[in-house]
């Protein structure tokens, strides 16, 4: 494994190396080949999420799901896209065309610029920015902006419902989310999200404890991970995790595009390429926020085993490849339990969705809060 | 000319084209979408100046929140309302609109004195920039420095800020509130 660690490493080096060497126009064009390879990721990932929460649903609802194309189904979500490019592309004759046509474009970018600053694995990160949490929560703020620009443009009365109710839940849903995760960032002190990575294990340029007490500085593992570096970052956790559902709009908080009582909400008239965007933008946020999620409180692309004597399984298991096999893998898992949720729990009414949010969820990020700064001041 | 000034001068193209955009449409929901463009070239303007926090504020409070606020405000008041704002008379100049005009040309005036008397070039606190050395980095990150001076030199300011949005606040959840017994 190691050997397999080394040649990653130096495959990767080389084509650093390679990049640098390369100046002017090259080394744009680096960036032009990263932003693409992004697109590529979250376009595969959207056909093959779709594809898994088709399997999941029947799974959970006792049916079989996709079986005819292809083996288990696997090329039935390729079909889909297919078909939704060749479909015409339908203007509603009262809609507001440039708005209309603009709105799934911007919904998707919103998105896709999030990505910029995602950390997939130690060094490897597309943006390196100071900032970058505090960047991507400004990026998927303009999301919110494209779906009221959708709801207006259709000029139908269920998109300009569908797209007040996704507004309004998500900037609510977005104060419980902010604290949550300001109370990582005072217990990181940062907001680079590589820094922020990097102190969750082996390679922590500072004292790393376990629960406060225990210094895992060497040992790393899940033992590192911020959830348990300060416990009552489980809760900021869950609270993340539920406002983090709002913001993509998946059940049980899907009043937005409730489906017995709006048609499909705000993108309702969509149809063919711009209804495939707005789909494409859902999978990836869904990505981003469990992504997010994952850097943020479980360990980002730290290995879950710890060194143990010399069984040095942390030592092991870190470096690039791997980086990007445990971030994947976590991030995976977080949105197979989106998925789980989604086909489990019924859908919530309007006033129970605010008094969870202000009555509930804001309450505790807030004291979650106030905890982080005493852990922080007293206990690391 | 150097790729960082063609950059600002697209970026100061697109800023002042959207804002000409936006007040000149008569279509008032087309127009606040423009205004998020020129807020959009403005957060990149702010980037330029190496000011990525500042940018990445003007995104989250601007259009995360002011604009998607004028939305609300413009989808809940009906198309009625709003047709009726975008058929005024079509003429530039008249009688009703000699008041504005007059006080947008003397403060136009104002505008050339002032940016002709500034001699921006030696103003002090530039000269204190350009001699203060180590100059902040791409790299570098502004928010320590903001940080530190909230809590230190401008402690004052800031303290009174969030006294004035408490009692927005307090002043929103009275006007929110359910009148007694009327439930």
């Known amino acids: ?380 | 000319m150097s790729l960082v000034q063609v950059m600002f001068y697209v970026l100061a193209a697109v800023v002042v084209g959207s804002a000409f955009f936006v007040a000149s449409t008569k279509n008032l929901v087309r127009s606040i979408f423009m205004f998020f463009i020129t807020l959009l070239g403005l957060a990149g303007l702010y980037v330029l100046c190496l000011a990525d926090f500042v940018a990445v504020t003007q995104i989250v409070i601007y259009v995360g929140g002011v604009l998607v606020l004028i939305l609300f405000a413009f989808m809940l008041s009906g198309k009625e309302n709003l047709e009726l704002l975008q058929k005024q008379d079509n003429k530039f100049i008249s009688l009703g609109k000699l008041p504005a005009l007059l006080l947008a040309g003397l403060f136009f005036i104002v505008m050339v004195n002032v940016l002709g008397k500034a001699d921006v070039d030696n103003l002090q606190w530039v000269q204190m920039t350009k001699n203060f050395m180590p100059f902040p980095k791409a790299n570098d990150s502004t928010v320590e420095n903001i940080g530190v001076n909230l809590m230190t030199f401008y402690l004052l300011p800031f303290e009174s800020i969030s006294i004035l949005l408490m009692m927005a606040l307090i002043g929103a959840a009275h006007l929110a509130r359910k009148e007694r017994g009327t439930i």
């Not at chain 1, 990049?19 to 959207?46: D, E, S």
């Not at chain 1, 490019?85 to 999030?114: N, S, T």
């Not at chain 1, 102190?199 to 959830?227: A, C, H, M, R, Y």
């Not at chain 1, 489906?259 to 999978?283: D, I, N, R």
Request: charged share 10%; hydrophobic share 55%.
């Open chain 1, 1 to 380: 494994m190691v050997g397999f660690n080394n040649l990653i490493n130096s495959i990767t080096s080389k084509f650093i190396k390679f990049a640098a060497k390369a100046n002017g126009l090259n080394f744009y064009t680096t960036y032009f080949l990263i932003a693409i390879g992004l697109f590529v990721f979250v376009a595969v990932f959207t056909l093959f999420g779709v594809y898994a929460e088709r399997k999941l649903s029947a799974f959970i609802q006792d049916r079989l799901g996709p079986t005819e194309v292809g083996k288990y189904g696997m090329f039935q979500t390729l079909a889909d896209i297919m078909k939704l490019i060749q479909k015409e592309l339908i203007i509603p004759a009262a809609a507001d065309k440039v708005l209309f046509l603009m709105a799934p474009l911007i919904i998707f970018v919103a998105v896709y610029l999030g990505f910029a600053a995602l950390p997939w694995a130690p060094e490897l990160v597309p943006a390196k920015i100071n900032i970058g949490l505090y960047y991507i929560l400004a990026i998927i703020s303009i999301e919110t902006l494209g779906i009221l620009m959708a709801g207006w443009g259709s000029n139908n009365k269920y998109s300009i419902l569908g797209a007040m109710r996704s507004a309004a839940q998500i900037i609510s849903y977005e104060i419980p989310a902010g604290f949550a995760l300001i109370s990582v960032v005072m217990i990181a002190q940062t907001m680079d999200l590589q820094l922020i990575s990097a102190q969750q294990g082996i390679l922590s340029p500072e004292k790393t404890k376990f629960l406060g007490f225990l210094d895992v500085s060497n040992t790393g593992g899940i033992l590192s991970w911020n959830i348990f570096r300060a416990p009552h970052l489980i809760i900021a956790f869950v609270i993340y995790f539920i406002a983090s559902l709002a913001e993509s709009n998946r059940a049980p908080f899907d009043i937005p595009e409730a489906e017995s009582e709006l048609v499909a909400g705000f993108h309702t008239e969509f149809t063919g390429l711009q209804f495939a965007l707005v789909f494409l933008a859902e999978y990836a946020m869904m990505f981003l926020v469990s992504m997010v999620g994952v850097i943020l409180f479980l360990g980002a692309w730290n290995t879950p085993l710890p060194n143990i004597g010399s069984v040095a399984l942390a030592t092991w298991t870190t470096g690039t490849a791997w980086g990007i096999f445990w971030i994947v893998l976590k991030t995976f898992g977080l949105i197979a339990v989106q998925m789980w949720i989604r086909w489990t729990l019924p859908r919530l009414r309007v006033d129970q969705l605010m008094n969870l949010c202000w009555k509930v969820l804001t309450p505790l990020a807030f004291l979650c809060m106030l905890i982080s700064g005493i852990w922080r001041l007293w206990l690391m």
